[in-house]
């Protein structure tokens, strides 16, 4: 583990949660919850971006949101708003949706974030809009590092089990994709049936130079931290590795963490923490700290 500076970490803080919607450029919604320590004022930002098939309520999230609050930050946990769930909802309601959610539509809801932080539209007076940190989580991840790479209002960014890539799809899902017009998603333990319509496909065909992850890490001129499970069999370590290859060695860390995988030991719902999930947060607050 990478050696930081020992700031005053205190967890212990009653944390205040507020619920916030926003409207991206589209006017799709985007339904979030802001936290923060009680009578915190100015605090640096943390906006924390979901993965594939999750939610602001999925798993540790609401943890991660408590916990950087009780770390000296406010923090974002929102929805995307293709992401295939209504509002109020912790399960999916909004299929058409979710077969529509693009990457374009996420980068969306992010610049809605960053608007929204800057103008008042959630958090105002318990928020500085000028110290911004933006985290990722596996497909959120990559979304969050295309974020900082080209947003000035992000200051820096940490990538959690993310992938190196959009394009995981093989030559047969693509033909299937393009014949039946939608792609089944599988999710264990889930009932509902998902699927992606075929514009997700042309959207990523589309983007190909945009939504290139490592093209955006040789262009990032802020921080980037990569946190990856050593053990990670969703998506593997030579992901992150391949992306810290590119990276400015100056301004970019990363961090394999032994004998956890993808979710650091999380489960959903979420029952308990592990040792993983706090070194996770520990590491990134103290990260984030230095820069923002």
Known sequence: MMSLPDFPLNPDRVVIE???NLRNESGDTIAGDLRYAE???????????????AHKDWGP??????RFAGLGFASAVFNFSHNGMGPGSKRFNELEKFSRNTIGKELEDIRALLRGAEEGGFGE???DPSRIGIIGHSRGGGVAILSASR????????AWSTVATFHRYTPHQRESWEREGFLPVTVRGLRTRLRLGVDVLRDLEANREMYDIPRAVRALKVPLLLVHGAADVSVRPAEPE?????AD???TEIVMLEGTGHTFGAKHPYRHGSP?????VELTARWFHMFI
């Open 61 to 66: 999230f609401p943890y991660f949101g408590r």
């Open 242 to 246: 391949s992306l810290y290859a590119v």
């Open 125 to 127: 007076g318990r928020i």
């Open 276 to 280: 993983a999930l706090k070194d996770l």
């Open 249 to 251: 060695r100056s301004k």
């Open 39 to 53: 009578g915190g004022t100015g605090l640096p930002l943390l906006i924390l971006c979901h993965g594939f098939t």
């Open 18 to 20: 507020s619920p916030f």
């Open 151 to 158: 947003e000035p209002r992000i200051s820096g960014v940490a």
